[in-house]
Nanobody, 126 residues
Framework: QVQLVESGGGSVQSGGSLRLSCTIS???????LGWFRQAPGKGREGVAM???????RYAESVKDRFTISQDNPNRSLYLQMNSLKPEDTAMYYC?????????????????????RGQGTHVTVSS
């Protein structure tokens, strides 16, 4: 079973930036990879993912502010978050699912995947 470990969360003021990192225990090429978040009292929201074609997909709420990238030789996934807003406050999870499964088809299903890290908290103050 693939293991995912996130780092890089923290507290910033509105307009600030953070970079989340995720290390992956298995070959990243086996999976679609991405990030989802969950704010207190809310459901999981797919934030960004790299789909089976290698293309990045973003939620509308983060488009043009967040950038997802993948470093396969180092088995790492990143999420660069710029222009952060208070509504970005949430627990952020690195997630993976085996290619070919329905969870890899888009951000709506991606948070339902089987593999995720323990999460890293992001707090954005106004």
């Amino acid at each position: 079973q693939v293991q995912l470990v996130e780092s890089g969360g923290g507290s910033v003021q509105s307009g600030g930036s953070l970079r989340l990192s995720c290390t992956i225990s298995d070959r990243p090429s086996r999976y679609c990879l991405g990030w989802f978040r969950q704010a207190p009292g809310k459901g999981r929201e797919g934030v960004a993912m790299i789909d089976v074609n290698g293309a990045p997909r973003y939620a509308e709420s983060v488009k043009d502010r967040f950038t997802i990238s993948q470093d396969n030789p180092n088995r790492s996934l990143y999420l660069q978050m710029n222009s952060l807003k208070p509504e970005d406050t949430a627990m952020y999870y690195c997630a993976a699912e085996v290619r070919g499964r329905a969870e890899c088809t888009g951000l709506v299903f991606f948070p339902l995947g089987r593999y995720r890290g323990q999460g890293t908290h992001v707090t954005v103050s106004s």
